[in-house]
């Protein structure tokens, strides 16, 4: 008899209109016996605030204007070489 090993895996999956989830997973075993334990979480929606595209709480409020007093002066860009043109 082969080893099983203990596996997790996660997926993303959508409830259809009837109120029932299905499910398909693959999985390489034939003609045994698992115990499946199942989560649902719901999805977060993602915002457009900061904080839901991933920067720390008042991050802008605290960083604004940190520049001020000291601003950024850039002297020269350099020069860039010509290129041929794009058809």
Do not use: Y
Not at 30 to 43: G, S
């Amino acid at each position: 008899m082969e080893e099983l090993l203990v596996q997790t895996i996660a997926l993303r999956a959508r409830v259809g209109a009837d109120g029932i989830l299905h499910l398909e997973v693959p999985v390489a075993l034939t003609n045994t016996e698992l115990d499946v334990k199942l989560t649902m979480e719901p999805v977060k929606e993602e915002t457009d605030s900061p904080e839901g595209r991933g920067w720390p709480p008042g991050f802008f409020e605290e960083t604004f204007g940190s520049c001020q007093d000291d601003p950024l002066i850039i002297d020269f860009e350099g020069e860039f070489e010509a290129r041929e043109a794009l058809l």
